[in-house]
Protein backbone atom coordinates (compact mmCIF):
# COMPACT_ATOMS: atom_id res chain seq x y z
CA UNK A 1 0.00 0.00 0.00
CA UNK A 2 2.93 2.49 0.96
CA UNK A 3 4.24 1.43 -2.58
CA UNK A 4 1.33 2.74 -4.33
CA UNK A 5 0.69 5.42 -2.40
CA UNK A 6 4.29 6.70 -3.00
CA UNK A 7 3.45 6.14 -6.69
CA UNK A 8 0.14 8.35 -6.57
CA UNK A 9 2.06 11.47 -4.50
CA UNK A 10 4.64 11.36 -7.17
CA UNK A 11 2.12 10.79 -10.34
CA UNK A 12 0.31 13.80 -8.80
CA UNK A 13 3.32 16.24 -7.59
CA UNK A 14 2.08 16.77 -3.96
CA UNK A 15 4.80 18.28 -2.05
CA UNK A 16 2.61 18.70 0.82
CA UNK A 17 2.51 15.07 1.26
CA UNK A 18 4.66 13.05 3.42
CA UNK A 19 4.77 9.02 3.87
CA UNK A 20 5.56 7.53 6.79
CA UNK A 21 6.34 3.69 7.77
CA UNK A 22 6.71 2.83 11.22
CA UNK A 23 4.88 1.91 13.89
CA UNK A 24 2.38 4.93 15.27
CA UNK A 25 4.16 5.44 18.38
CA UNK A 26 7.39 6.01 17.01
CA UNK A 27 5.86 7.90 13.83
CA UNK A 28 7.40 11.41 13.48
CA UNK A 29 7.02 14.77 10.94
CA UNK A 30 8.48 17.67 11.08
CA UNK A 31 5.82 20.30 12.42
CA UNK A 32 2.00 20.06 13.02
CA UNK A 33 -0.42 18.19 11.14
CA UNK A 34 -3.91 19.87 10.13
CA UNK A 35 -5.91 16.47 10.39
CA UNK A 36 -5.49 12.86 11.55
CA UNK A 37 -8.29 10.36 10.31
CA UNK A 38 -8.63 6.74 11.54
CA UNK A 39 -10.31 4.20 9.22
CA UNK A 40 -11.29 0.96 11.04
CA UNK A 41 -8.43 1.17 13.64
CA UNK A 42 -9.96 0.26 16.83
CA UNK A 43 -6.89 -1.49 17.81
CA UNK A 44 -4.68 1.87 17.64
CA UNK A 45 -7.43 3.84 18.78
CA UNK A 46 -7.57 1.68 22.66
CA UNK A 47 -3.62 2.22 22.87
CA UNK A 48 -3.40 5.21 24.79
CA UNK A 49 0.91 5.73 23.28
CA UNK A 50 -0.40 5.74 20.06
CA UNK A 51 -3.35 8.20 20.56
CA UNK A 52 -0.64 10.49 22.69
CA UNK A 53 1.83 10.16 19.68
CA UNK A 54 -0.59 10.82 16.95
CA UNK A 55 -2.78 13.77 19.10
CA UNK A 56 0.80 15.12 19.96
CA UNK A 57 1.44 15.76 16.37
CA UNK A 58 -1.55 17.86 15.65
CA UNK A 59 -2.27 21.59 15.76
CA UNK A 60 -4.95 23.11 18.14
CA UNK A 61 -7.97 22.85 16.05
CA UNK A 62 -7.04 20.14 13.81
CA UNK A 63 -9.64 18.26 12.61
CA UNK A 64 -9.87 14.51 13.36
CA UNK A 65 -12.14 11.57 11.78
CA UNK A 66 -12.71 7.99 12.67
CA UNK A 67 -14.77 5.39 11.19
CA UNK A 68 -15.11 1.83 12.87
CA UNK A 69 -17.34 -1.07 13.92
CA UNK A 70 -19.25 -0.05 16.95
CA UNK A 71 -21.81 -2.21 18.68
CA UNK A 72 -25.20 -1.75 17.86
CA UNK A 73 -28.55 -1.38 20.06
CA UNK A 74 -29.31 -4.97 22.28
CA UNK A 75 -32.57 -5.53 19.77
CA UNK A 76 -30.14 -5.08 17.02
CA UNK A 77 -29.26 -8.48 16.84
CA UNK A 78 -27.91 -9.01 12.86
CA UNK A 79 -26.02 -5.64 13.31
CA UNK A 80 -24.27 -7.17 16.51
CA UNK A 81 -23.70 -10.94 14.82
CA UNK A 82 -22.53 -8.57 12.17
CA UNK A 83 -19.94 -6.50 14.15
CA UNK A 84 -18.74 -9.87 16.00
CA UNK A 85 -17.74 -11.27 13.09
CA UNK A 86 -15.88 -8.25 11.43
CA UNK A 87 -13.89 -8.18 14.89
CA UNK A 88 -13.10 -11.59 15.37
CA UNK A 89 -11.72 -11.26 12.54
CA UNK A 90 -9.84 -8.25 12.09
CA UNK A 91 -9.25 -6.61 15.50
CA UNK A 92 -6.80 -7.95 18.46
CA UNK A 93 -9.22 -7.28 21.49
CA UNK A 94 -12.72 -6.01 21.04
CA UNK A 95 -13.36 -4.30 24.04
CA UNK A 96 -14.65 -1.04 24.14
CA UNK A 97 -16.82 -1.69 21.25
CA UNK A 98 -19.54 -0.01 22.92
CA UNK A 99 -17.76 3.64 22.89
CA UNK A 100 -14.78 3.09 20.69
CA UNK A 101 -14.29 6.70 20.24
CA UNK A 102 -13.87 7.33 23.79
CA UNK A 103 -10.23 7.20 23.87
CA UNK A 104 -10.23 9.62 21.12
CA UNK A 105 -12.41 12.02 23.66
CA UNK A 106 -10.66 11.88 26.79
CA UNK A 107 -7.18 12.82 24.63
CA UNK A 108 -8.92 15.92 24.14
CA UNK A 109 -10.47 15.87 20.54
CA UNK A 110 -13.94 17.62 20.64
CA UNK A 111 -16.35 14.84 19.24
CA UNK A 112 -19.79 14.37 17.60
CA UNK A 113 -20.98 10.58 16.94
CA UNK A 114 -23.01 9.47 14.49
CA UNK A 115 -24.17 6.01 14.90
CA UNK A 116 -27.60 5.77 12.55
CA UNK A 117 -30.24 4.07 13.97
CA UNK A 118 -28.94 0.28 13.89
CA UNK A 119 -25.58 1.11 14.85
CA UNK A 120 -22.90 -0.96 13.59
CA UNK A 121 -20.67 1.54 12.32
CA UNK A 122 -19.90 4.85 13.23
CA UNK A 123 -18.53 8.07 12.65
CA UNK A 124 -16.74 10.11 14.96
CA UNK A 125 -15.90 13.54 13.86
CA UNK A 126 -14.02 16.54 15.68
CA UNK A 127 -11.46 19.02 16.40
CA UNK A 128 -8.50 19.52 18.75
CA UNK A 129 -8.85 20.92 21.49
Given at each position: ?48 SALRRV ?31 AASHSL ?14 DAGVDL ?18
Open positions: MLARARHRVQAEGWRNVELIHAPVEEAAWAGRADAALFVFTHDILQQPIGMLRQGARVASVGLTWGPPWALPVNAFVWALQIDALDRPWQRLADIDCGPLGGIYLAHGCVA
